[in-house]
């Protein structure tokens, strides 16, 4: 028999692959699309929960479910190791021996943190005194070792540029200082934020107020720092410029890099994230290969706003794919990050490819009721009820009604 069925196969089932594959499936004919979502496990984890585990601030179950139950009807989700993809012949090979053959395939396989990139860094220590909050696992060693902190200096690290939500790890830092003050342990702990960067952010107005922030908490702040190696025995990590810190307890971000099979199949750059149009995702090398969220190169951040607002309009022009038409619309590289800054506090960073974070409100012009570039309460109670947000409307596909480009109305840039 001849089918004329064809086939879209999404590569990751987290939060950019579990979108598009349920968006899609709402939209196009069961009859002429079928659509697959491969993953190698059936664990889905809220990854901006991972902040709060370490300060007993989420709970393991409030971050943690089973991937399957957010894939829709209709949508055949895979569970098993990717090997390697073959474009030219347009099949996915899967540990197991199975096959895929797509017509159109989505990478979405996300950016991981490797600490066997940097010397030193995995040993006896790892998830002891060399701690890390990038991973399920990391987050609850170090709310155990935080848990039994005295005091000494505490080091929050990031190796290299880019990484997935670039705020968390001053996030982290400002939650660490509260976190101290509350158990009475800050005057005893010298706070250091070690950066490979030149300043606090990589955005200079954005660097320029979360710098003052660190400055207002006493952290000091050691830039320019590119690590060559942890020394776990003498507990300090050393940088190129032979420059060393000393920790008591490191708190670090290793090195993120996209999957291996990326990399395997030559469809990456030189960390495994696949170069695309940053408007379209579309591989610049193959037409039938789009990436969504953190598995591409676009430059913007690496969020989970980035990969809910880029599929939204990836949704729209594969429709238009689909139809047999050119696709009509363009992501702007829109990104929202709430930053957590403690006392119960946040700040909202908005910006797109050509625009830096502004003031102002958000969502609605003028009204808010969050507010951009400040600290606010009401900031921190939407990063809070975000996670519910996540997990009944994002992930299942529902819309949001937050329209993907940025909108400037009622925001003003900082001054
Ligand atoms: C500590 C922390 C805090 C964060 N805070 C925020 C925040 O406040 N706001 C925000 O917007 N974003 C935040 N993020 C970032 C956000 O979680 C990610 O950007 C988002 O999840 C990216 O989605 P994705 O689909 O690209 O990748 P992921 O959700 O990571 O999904 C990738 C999927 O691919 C699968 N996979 C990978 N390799 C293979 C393989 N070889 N075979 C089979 N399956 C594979 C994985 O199992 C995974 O399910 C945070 C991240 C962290 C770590």
């Known amino acids: 028999m001849i089918t004329t069925q064809r086939s879209l196969v999404v590569l990751g089932a987290g939060t950019a692959g579990t979108m598009v594959a349920n968006k899609l499936r709402h939209k196009l004919p069961a009859n002429d699309w079928r659509i697959t979502v491969v993953d190698k496990n ?16 989420n709970t393991p179950q409030q971050v943690r479910k089973t991937k399957h139950t957010f894939i829709a009807d209709g949508v055949e989700l895979v569970l098993a190791e990717i090997d390697m993809v073959d474009p030219k012949e347009r099949t996915v090979s899967l540990a197991g021996g199975r096959i895929l053959v797509y017509d159109y395939l989505v990478i979405a396989t996300g950016t991981s943190p490797r600490p066997d990139q940097t010397p030193g860094m995995l040993g006896p ?12 696992e990391g987050a609850l060693a170090l709310r155990d070792r935080l848990a039994a902190f005295t005091g000494g200096r505490l080091v929050v690290h990031i190796t290299e540029l880019p990484i997935k939500c670039p705020v968390a790890p ?27 960067l030149d300043g606090a952010f990589t955005k200079p107005v954005a660097s320029r107020e979360l710098g003052n922030a660190l400055d207002e908490r006493g952290v000091t702040i050691e830039t320019d720092f590119m690590i060559e190696r942890v020394d776990q025995e003498r507990k300090i990590i050393v940088s190129y410029d032979e420059r060393e810190v000393a920790y008591d307890q490191l708190v670090t971000i290793p090195l993120n890099m996209g999957a291996d099979f990326v990399g395997r ?13 940053k408007h379209t995702m579309r591989s610049t090398q193959y037409p039938e290969i ?15 706003s980035v990969a809910h607002f880029s599929v939204e309009v990836f949704v729209e022009n594969f429709l238009e794919l689909a139809a047999g038409r050119p696709m009509t619309h363009s992501f702007d590289g829109h990104a929202n990050c709430f930053v957590e800054s403690g006392g119960g506090k946040a700040l909202l960073l908005d910006f797109n490819y050509d625009t830096e974070p502004l003031t102002g409100t958000f969502p609605i012009p003028h009204l808010g009721p969050m507010h951009l570039l400040k600290e606010s309460r009401a900031n921190h109670f939407g ?13 299942p596909g529902r819309p949001l009604g937050l329209p993907p480009q940025m909108s400037m109305a009622g925001k003003v840039p900082a001054a």
């Open 383 to 395: 990063k809070l009820a975000f996670r519910h947000i996540y997990w009944n409307a994002l992930l």
């Open 265 to 277: 199949s030559r469809l990456g750059d030189e960390l495994n994230y696949v170069p695309v149009d």
């Open 170 to 196: 001053l996030e982290f830092t400002f939650l660490a200082d509260d976190y101290l003050r509350r158990r009475g342990l800050r005057a005893q702990t010298e706070l250091v934020f070690v950066t490979p």
């Open 42 to 57: 059936d664990i889905h984890d809220y990854q901006p929960g991972y902040l709060f585990l370490p300060f007993g601030m």
């Open 125 to 136: 220590e790892w998830h002891r005194s060399v701690g890390e909050f990038y991973t399920f």
């Open 290 to 304: 789009f990436a969504l969220g953190d598995a591409s190169n676009i430059p913007t951040s690496k969020a989970g």
